[in-house]
């Protein structure tokens, strides 16, 4: 057997630093609100941080657009703020793992600035750069974030891809030098003594040669650019290069954001003969509830039936044992909050669903990755509305779905904004019931979560059952039973559509983890060794052969 990494023990917390904490007044998260949250973040028990881009960018996708991948934001601080919070995060034993955004940069990159000044310029092939074809862009590729994914730059006659917004603009990766120069950035990251990397849609930095045109859904404009481009045809070529030259220099964490990879690409990426990445975030158990309709994609509100998301978690779980190394996560900053999506936010049920779902995620096989807020049972914020979104996914959905093709009302957009927009996630932390969640003392960015004088860290901390100390709790199991990290997966009861029942499979122990679904009272049998401990619940007392609404067990028993 192979010795356990640090990795594979950690539960990783990530920040959404613009929403974290503002130290400033100036309504904008930063790095000094995030040292002063260290004791909160160790008190939660959780070994790593992920920051969202805390680089100088012009925000058009809110840090995705960087315009100096070597200065830190004004708007977060100071490189010296940033060592220092490295520092002190290093002194609580909690580690720092960076977002390297290296598919594109921003249009006002000096790169980018050089490379579109002239065809001749040096750093012309630095990005992708073609002619129009018969007066039109040079294929049909849609944009990620609706619209085409090309755009012409009127200074050369040519046009540019960019699979995000129109301000990021793809880097050429099969050009040795963009490549030599991203790995030299790492380096100099890693020499200031940074803990880990988190690889912006890492899939995508291969292009398919000849850029072929993709089929276009009914109704559509433009073909799905992740179907032509993720999983492209060097990628692994360039992640291996990038092991050589970067990421051995150091015990570092890597997990790659890896947008449109299935088991099979997984198994190459974060195999654990360690010649890539450590794990990737794959997306399948987020896009079961997509819309059916291809030029609609994440825009829905259907609920998802549990006997999917459990075939499809149970997959990852089996076919990557022993070969490749799972990340665990239900939401993160372009997800909606997992308790409205696949819990329950009812007042009545809030919490408690809340717990179920934090138990069954973190008693799987794999790194689990918590999102700020989430540890509080942070809701959706049903009280935004069109005059207060920032995203430019949703602002863009607007006008292209609604305004441009009519293929959605702007009221059905708003009622599937509400259920799935990036904006849920990214409303400021609550860290109190004073004014503005004591997230800032200004006016905030985004704003807040009506909720913010009833779910907050504050009540949380007082409350001996809030969600908070369940999730405790959780990382605390995963910290002292190695079974957590080593047990084989075992799925019950495939077919049952209320309740997730697995075990975990050690060879002298097993976990058993029961949880229900539903709202209802339901009655289950399970043939649970005798001598099996309740280890946690999310009820006061353990009735056999009966699930409360929510309620969710883990089990602990010697074979
Ligand atoms: O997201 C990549 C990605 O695949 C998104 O398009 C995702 O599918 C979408 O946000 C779901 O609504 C990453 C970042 O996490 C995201 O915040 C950035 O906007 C994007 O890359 C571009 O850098």
Same mark, same amino acid.
């Given at each position: 057997? @192979?010795? @356990?990494?640090?990795?594979?023990?950690?539960?990783?917390?990530? %920040? !959404?630093?613009?929403?974290?904490?503002?130290?400033?007044?100036?309504?904008?998260?930063?790095?000094?609100?995030?040292?002063?949250?260290?004791?909160?973040?160790?008190?939660?028990?959780?070994?790593?941080?992920?920051?969202?881009?805390?680089?100088?960018?012009?925000?058009?996708?809110?840090?995705?657009?960087?315009?100096?991948?070597?200065?830190?934001?004004?708007?977060?601080?100071?490189?010296?703020?940033? #060592?220092?919070?490295?520092?002190?995060?290093?002194?609580?034993?909690?580690?720092?793992?960076?977002?390297?955004?290296?598919?594109?940069?921003?249009?006002?990159?000096? +790169?980018?600035?050089?490379?579109?000044?002239?065809?001749?310029?040096?750093?012309?092939?630095?990005?992708?750069?073609?002619?129009?074809?018969?007066? #039109?862009?040079?294929?049909?590729?849609?944009?990620?974030?609706?619209?085409?994914?090309?755009?012409?730059?009127?200074?050369?006659?040519?046009?540019?891809?960019?699979?995000? *917004?129109?301000?990021?603009?793809?880097?050429?990766?099969?050009?040795?030098?963009?490549?030599?120069?991203? !790995?030299?950035?790492? =380096?100099? $990251?890693?020499?200031?003594?940074?803990?880990?990397?988190?690889?912006?849609?890492?899939?995508?930095?291969?292009?398919?040669?000849?850029?072929?045109?993709?089929?276009?859904?009914?109704?559509?404009?433009?073909? =799905?650019?992740?179907?032509?481009?993720?999983?492209?045809?060097?990628?692994?070529?360039?992640?291996?290069?990038? /092991?050589? #030259? *970067?990421?051995?220099?150091?015990?570092?964490?890597?997990?790659?954001?890896?947008?449109?990879?299935?088991?099979?690409?997984?198994?190459?990426?974060?195999?654990?003969?360690?010649?890539? &990445?450590?794990? *990737?975030?794959?997306?399948?158990?987020?896009?079961?509830?997509?819309?059916?309709?291809?030029?609609?994609?994440?825009?829905?509100?259907?609920?998802?039936?549990? *006997?999917?998301?459990?075939?499809?978690?149970?997959? +990852?779980?089996?076919?990557? !044992?022993?070969?490749? $190394?799972?990340?665990?996560?239900?939401?993160?900053?372009?997800?909606?909050?997992?308790?409205?999506?696949?819990?329950?936010?009812?007042?009545?049920?809030?919490? /408690?669903?809340?717990?179920?779902?934090?138990?069954?995620?973190?008693?799987?096989?794999?790194?689990? !990755?918590?999102?700020?807020?989430?540890?509080?049972?942070?809701?959706?914020?049903?009280?935004?509305? +069109?005059?207060?979104?920032?995203? %430019?996914?949703?602002?863009?959905?607007?006008?292209? &779905?609604?305004? &441009?093709?009519?293929?959605?009302?702007?009221?059905?957009?708003?009622?599937?904004?509400?259920?799935?927009?990036?904006?849920?996630?990214?409303?400021?932390?609550? $860290?109190?019931?004073?004014?503005?969640?004591?997230? @800032?003392?200004?006016?905030? +960015?985004?704003?807040?979560?009506?909720?913010?004088?009833? %779910?907050?860290?504050?009540?949380?901390?007082?409350?001996?059952?809030?969600?908070?100390?369940?999730? #405790?709790?959780?990382?605390? &199991?995963?910290?002292?039973?190695? %079974?957590?990290?080593?047990?084989?997966?075992?799925?019950?009861?495939?077919?049952?559509?209320?309740?997730?029942?697995?075990? /975990?499979?050690?060879?002298?122990?097993?976990?058993?983890?029961?949880?229900?679904?539903?709202?209802?009272?339901?009655?289950?049998?399970?043939?649970?060794?005798?001598?099996?401990?309740?280890?946690?619940?999310?009820?006061?007392?353990?009735?056999?052969?009966?699930?409360?609404?929510?309620?969710?067990?883990?089990?602990?028993?010697?074979?």
């Amino acid at each position: 057997a @192979t010795q @356990t990494k640090w990795w594979q023990k950690a539960v990783v917390y990530q %920040i !959404y630093p613009r929403s974290f904490q503002d130290s400033t007044g100036n309504g904008i998260g930063d790095l000094k609100g995030i040292e002063s949250r260290l004791d909160y973040l160790k008190q939660l028990g959780v070994d790593v941080l992920w920051l969202n881009p805390i680089y100088q960018s012009p925000n058009h996708d809110n840090g995705y657009d960087i315009s100096d991948y070597e200065a830190i934001n004004p708007e977060f601080g100071t490189m010296a703020d940033f #060592q220092s919070l490295l520092k002190d995060a290093h002194d609580h034993g909690l580690k720092i793992v960076m977002d390297l955004v290296v598919n594109h940069t921003s249009n006002e990159h000096s +790169w980018f600035i050089e490379s579109r000044s002239s065809k001749d310029n040096p750093k012309r092939d630095y990005y992708i750069w073609r002619d129009p074809v018969d007066g #039109q862009a040079p294929n049909n590729w849609g944009s990620f974030f609706s619209g085409p994914a090309w755009q012409l730059d009127e200074a050369t006659g040519q046009y540019y891809l960019h699979l995000f *917004v129109t301000e990021q603009p793809d880097l050429n990766w099969a050009n040795p030098a963009v490549r030599d120069e991203v !790995y030299q950035m790492m =380096n100099r $990251w890693i020499d200031l003594g940074i803990d880990g990397f988190r690889m912006d849609v890492i899939s995508l930095i291969s292009k398919p040669s000849g850029l072929p045109n993709g089929p276009v859904p009914a109704g559509a404009h433009y073909s =799905n650019v992740n179907q032509a481009v993720a999983n492209g045809p060097h990628v692994h070529e360039y992640l291996q290069e990038m /092991r050589n #030259q *970067v990421l051995n220099r150091a015990d570092l964490m890597t997990v790659g954001e890896a947008s449109g990879v299935d088991i099979t690409n997984a198994k190459e990426y974060a195999n654990l003969n360690g010649q890539e &990445l450590n794990m *990737v975030f794959q997306f399948e158990h987020v896009e079961l509830d997509f819309n059916p309709d291809p030029a609609l994609g994440k825009w829905d509100n259907r609920p998802l039936p549990l *006997v999917k998301l459990k075939a499809n978690l149970s997959k +990852w779980q089996d076919q990557l !044992y022993g070969r490749a $190394w799972n990340s665990l996560f239900w939401m993160n900053h372009d997800q909606p909050r997992v308790v409205s999506r696949f819990g329950n936010d009812s007042p009545a049920y809030r919490v /408690r669903s809340a717990k179920m779902l934090a138990t069954v995620l973190h008693m799987l096989q794999g790194t689990p !990755y918590i999102y700020q807020g989430e540890e509080l049972g942070m809701t959706n914020a049903e009280n935004l509305g +069109w005059d207060d979104f920032d995203d %430019i996914e949703i602002l863009n959905a607007r006008k292209f &779905l609604v305004d &441009l093709d009519h293929l959605l009302t702007a009221d059905q957009l708003l009622d599937y904004v509400h259920y799935k927009g990036r904006d849920n996630a990214r409303t400021p932390m609550q $860290w109190s019931a004073s004014a503005n969640a004591g997230f @800032t003392t200004g006016t905030p +960015w985004l704003k807040l979560n009506a909720n913010y004088s009833e %779910i907050n860290v504050d009540q949380a901390l007082g409350d001996p059952d809030s969600v908070f100390y369940h999730y #405790q709790k959780l990382i605390k &199991l995963r910290h002292d039973l190695p %079974i957590v990290t080593t047990g084989r997966y075992h799925l019950l009861d495939p077919d049952d559509n209320q309740v997730y029942a697995y075990q /975990r499979i050690g060879s002298h122990e097993g976990l058993f983890v029961v949880a229900n679904f539903t709202a209802e009272t339901v009655e289950r049998y399970y043939d649970c060794p005798n001598k099996s401990d309740l280890l946690l619940s999310n009820y006061a007392d353990d009735r056999h052969g009966t699930l409360r609404p929510y309620e969710a067990k883990i089990y602990h028993y010697q074979k």
